[in-house]
């Protein structure tokens, strides 16, 4: 995420989004439920409410994503099970970690939070995910585009063109540090297009208490 970006752009100008009657499914830790990150966020988009062409993550939507699956065009309900079984017996010997969020960290196409620490202490969810997911479908699933996992929580998506300086100067670069727990990863499917945040919760597997 460096060199800090000079411009931001629409996200969604040239993104294939699926069509309302398909879906994505993700491994996602979910983060909506948690006080602490909730008001932590609000913070942050009320700040940024001030410029047109975001849009905000709903709070209830908040997420840390682990892995894309793949589209349910290739993926069966059976194996959907499969993978939250596979990741239950992953992580049963993983304990929760302990995480801050208190950087921020800017895209041309989004602003988000860093989570520290990053892929080191949580590279057993990911590894869980992956694990999960080849054994039900045989392959590993995307981390992202750089296939380099850097976990982040996405607080606004930007929808236009514009340049990034003011929005820079307004926020900056750090908030003040809210601590979470990662206890759980969840398998997520979300129907249609990316900013509809038409979500199905498949299931959640908890680490070990």
């Not at 905000?56 to 309900?77: E, Q, Y």
């Not at 996405?154 to 100067?169: D, G, L, R």
């Not at 990662?182 to 249609?192: K, R, Y």
Request: with cysteine; glycine share 6%; hydrophobic share 45%.
């Amino acid at each position: 995420m460096s060199p800090l970006p000079a411009c931001m752009r629409d996200r969604w100008a040239s993104r294939a989004e699926p069509p309302s009657g398909r879906g994505s499914v993700y491994w996602h830790v979910l983060m909506g439920e948690n006080p602490s990150v909730r008001d932590a966020v609000a913070r942050v988009q009320r700040k940024l409410s001030g410029f047109s062409g975001l849009h905000m993550t709903p709070l209830d939507n908040l997420h840390i994503t682990a892995l894309l699956v793949g589209s349910t065009d290739d993926i069966s309900r059976s194996q959907m099970l499969t993978m939250l079984a596979a990741a239950r017996d992953s992580l049963s010997e993983v304990v929760p970690v302990t995480a801050i969020l208190d950087r921020v960290l800017y895209h041309p196409e989004a602003i988000m939070l860093a989570v520290r620490p990053a892929s080191g202490e949580l590279s057993a969810v990911l590894n869980a995910a992956q694990f999960a997911t080849r054994a039900a479908i045989g392959r590993d699933g995307v981390v992202n585009e750089s296939e380099v996992w850097l976990p982040h929580l996405t607080v606004s998506y930007s929808m236009t063109n514009q340049s990034a300086t003011p929005i820079i100067a307004t926020l900056g670069k750090h908030i003040d540090p809210c601590e979470v727990v990662i206890e759980t990863l969840s398998l997520v499917i979300q129907w249609g297009a990316e900013r509809k945040w038409n979500w199905e919760h498949v299931g959640t597997v908890r680490l070990r208490r």
